[in-house]
């Protein structure tokens, strides 16, 4: 299982300095610079072939409305059905460690980590939120746009019970 540490952290850095407006616009440039191929563009998304080392190069962009919510890249092998979890698992392990400790030389402390089985770490810089994944069979880096992330982190509102 091959992770792209470097891939990753180039991705890292130049999300941290792009001049996002997270507007569809933003695509092409992004992917020009990153290096990428913009294969598809859709009503509500995109997909791309990334520069990364890994078994399924591809990145998707998810977004509505001439808006892009967040890009998510595969920066590791998609672990396959037949390889046992009792080696993936390690394997993923130490590779989501040494992207957070790339990651951390790069961007500074992550703003915040869940650990667990499916571990995430984040960072919230001024231009993009930066969230390291580990899933069940692969790594993801995600990139957001910080105001659909703070969407997203709104507290649900709550309902007093009207008995």
Known sequence: MHVDIEGATRIARLAAEF????????????????????????????????????????????????????????????????TPMTVVRPLLIEGFTNLDVAFTALLGTATSAEPGPEATIRWDLPKAVITLHRGVSAIHLRLTSSGYQAWVDEPEPEYEDED
């Open 19 to 82: 001049d996002w407006t997270w507007a569809v616009d933003d695509l092409e440039p992004f992917c020009a610079q990153a290096g990428w191929e913009l294969v598809e563009l859709r009503h509500a998304g995109a997909s791309m072939r990334t520069n990364f080392h890994v078994s399924q190069p591809t990145a998707n962009m998810f977004g509505r409305q001439h808006r892009m919510d967040w890009i998510s890249i595969f920066v590791s092998d998609l672990a396959d059905d037949a």
